[in-house]
């Protein structure tokens, strides 16, 4: 076994058409009916890169729950090992492209509803050959049970020193970025990697009292050394903050956050990490490419960046190791659905 994830997999509804049904009998309208979960997306991924993982989830019995857990287990991915079956909803989002947003509908799900203590973290990491724990803050927010089995999660993989990649991934309509934070900040010293989006860069650093420059305060922008300064002088801070943990890791932390700019159809992805010994940016070899799909590019970034270190190990290798990512999440997009279906050898040919 190479990884663990634990979150929620979920029902995606996408439109193939302008139509929404209305004025048509029973509303009517032609959907994309796919699943989606950033913790899945990664195990998939690294899935079809040889590297088969397991998913920790709760799922209802039956046919929707069997769809959402075939999606993974016919990908590679171990979906029974740490798999519960209890509860009655799916949890589902509909991408609505005229709103550029996104609706769930997780609240009353099986996920959102799981039990304190459900699963058996040390027991499962002990008997299984873990190599590297991913995780989200989407998780924590789902619901109260949900935060405490994902803080045990962490603990048990720091414990038996797995090294654990997390996204923070907020979620506006989850909760704030004050509560995700205050879950979150306790174990970054426990983080190998600490992954922010753009919006999350942000938001983060005005929480933590780090001015962001003004022209970085809207759009991606062009790529300028300004946003290397900004996101080495958050990673100082949050060292600082976690400085009781220092002794236990801290300084290993990396921070990384990832930019597009859209240009009509066109993409241009790169990514920015930092760790102690600087800033990696892979501005210079950035990737050009064609989105099919908005989804599943943050997840295959942070698959990309795993795969790396299990092939080279930990130590080094920052931005060979964010071009990976960058390669792996423009492929991821272009096909439609979350779940990525790149292969080794597609991988491959990006070098």
């Known amino acids: 076994m190479t990884s663990l994830g634990f979150g929620e997999a979920m029902l995606r509804f996408s439109p193939l058409t302008e139509s929404d049904g209305r004025g048509n009998p029973s509303a009517a309208a032609p959907y994309l009916r796919a699943v989606g979960g950033d913790e899945l997306n990664v195990q998939v991924c690294l899935s079809r890169l040889g590297r088969p993982g397991c998913l920790a989830s709760v799922l209802p019995p039956g046919p929707l729950g069997d769809v959402v857990a075939n999606s993974g ?51 499962y990491l002990a008997g299984h050959e873990t190599t590297f724990l991913h995780c989200t803050g989407i998780t924590p927010m789902c619901s109260a049970a949900a935060a405490v089995n994902w803080t045990a999660h ?49 938001g983060l650093a005005a929480l933590l009292g780090v001015a962001v420059p003004e022209e970085l305060q809207t759009g991606a922008a062009e790529d300028t050394p300004a946003w290397e300064e900004l996101l080495a002088a958050l990673y100082t801070t949050i060292l600082e903050r ?18 597009k700019i859209r240009t009509g159809a066109s993409q241009r992805r790169w990514s920015i990490v930092v760790d102690a010994a600087g800033a990696h940016s892979t501005a210079v070899a950035a990737v050009l490419h064609e989105p099919k799909d908005e989804c599943g590019g943050g997840s295959a970034w942070c698959a990309g960046v795993m795969d790396y270190f299990m092939e080279n190990g930990l130590h080094g290798g920052c931005g060979e190791a964010a071009s990976r990512g960058d390669n792996l999440a423009a492929l991821c997009q272009e096909t439609a659905g979350d779940h990525s279906i790149v292969t080794r050898a597609e991988l491959e040919a990006t070098k």
């Open 242 to 259: 976690t400085a009781a943990g220092a002794a236990e890791g801290a300084s290993a932390l990396r921070l990384a956050c990832c930019f």
């Open 73 to 123: 287990g016919d990908a590679g991915v171990d979906v029974t090992s740490m798999m519960l079956r209890e509860g009655a909803d799916v949890g589902t989002f509909t991408v609505q492209p005229e709103l550029r947003t996104v609706f769930y509908q997780r609240s009353q799900s099986a996920f959102a509803q799981q039990r304190e203590g459900a699963f058996e973290w040390d027991a």
């Open 154 to 202: 962490i603990e048990a993989a720091a414990k038996a020193g797995v090294p654990i990649i997390c996204d923070l991934n907020h979620r506006p309509q989850l909760g704030t970025l004050e509560k995700l934070w205050a879950l979150t900040e306790p174990h970054v010293h426990n983080f190998e990697m600490l992954v922010l989006s753009l919006a999350s860069l942000r």
